[in-house]
């Protein structure tokens, strides 16, 4: 059984940092990526980026420069660094699993953890 659940959010200042994790379960012993979603009060699922089982990582546009996300196997946790924080940051964050490569597609995605807030104050 396939079990994600992210921790790490909270309410930062603009400018500063954030460092989110998901640990899962019942992934490893196949090719698998792990993506990092958010949604913000009224607005659309929005992909942030994501890594795959040899570590390669995508990142949307939006966000690419200002997060790193990275995964430590011996652990099975996934990080998203977040650097730089804006207040339209602000949003609920999402880690997904789905099998094979990364996509920014959030319907592809099979496994959904319950989320974790992160609010951006000016």
């Known amino acids: 059984q396939v079990r994600l659940v992210e921790s790490g959010g909270g309410l930062v200042q603009a400018g500063s940092s954030l460092r989110l994790s998901c640990a899962h379960s019942g992934l490893t012993s196949s090719p698998h990526s792990i993506g990092w979603f958010r949604q913000a009060p009224g607005q659309e699922r929005e992909f942030a980026g994501g890594?795959?089982?040899?570590?390669?990582?995508a990142y949307a546009d939006s966000v690419k420069g200002r997060i790193t996300i990275s995964r430590d196997n011996g652990e099975n946790t996934v990080y998203l660094q977040m650097n730089s924080l804006k207040p339209e940051d602000t949003a609920v964050y999402y880690c997904a699993a789905k099998w094979r490569g990364v996509v920014a597609d959030a319907t592809t995605y099979t496994y959904w953890g319950q989320g974790t807030q992160v609010t951006v104050s000016f």
């Open positions: 890594i795959n089982w040899l570590g390669n990582t």
